[in-house]
């Protein structure tokens, strides 16, 4: 993986011609998004989101779009932090009404909570870890971009010379 650090004020970063997963024809653009929230006093915050294209064929578009879901919608970490807690509810009324006994409510509650979360987890942890192209690091506008593949990192290096400031 490689990484460089450009500013988007000074231009629109120019990409291969193929997928950034497989290499194969591009048909989509996806996304590539940051998320940074500043303090700027008691009760005032300031979210600041960048975010850039980069070519994608058609098989690996919605992946991309999931993988970056929660960088994209900042709401969805809450989400997905309360859903199993609503699983949790919904599971409850539906073992009253099948009249299960309550050591095995209990029991099944506990390992559902448990799954549930863990599964929750894995994913924000995974969708940061499988983006083939990610964004980090927000400084007087200049972002970090890495390039899962090695390859294809030193074509996009080679293609924008003139926008990227160091490695």
Known sequence: MGSFKYNPLIGNLKWP?????????????????ISDISDSG???????????????????????????LPEQVRFVWTVLAFLPIALVISLRKIMLALDIEQQSQTYIMTYFIIISYALVFAYLFLSKRLLPVRLSHIENNVL??????????????????????SK
């Not at 300031?46 to 994608?56: A, C, F, K, L, M």
Request: hydrophobic letters at 40%.
């Open 144 to 165: 970090k971009v890495s390039i899962k593949d090695e390859g294809l990192y030193l074509e996009v290096m080679n293609m924008n010379k003139d926008l990227i400031y």
């Open 42 to 68: 008691l009760t005032w915050y300031t979210i600041r989101r960048r975010s850039i294209g980069y070519p994608v064929c058609k098989k690996h578009r919605l992946v991309c779009f999931f993988l970056d």
């Open 17 to 33: 011609m193929k997928c950034m997963i497989c290499g194969t024809e591009v048909e989509y653009e996806a996304q590539a998004s």
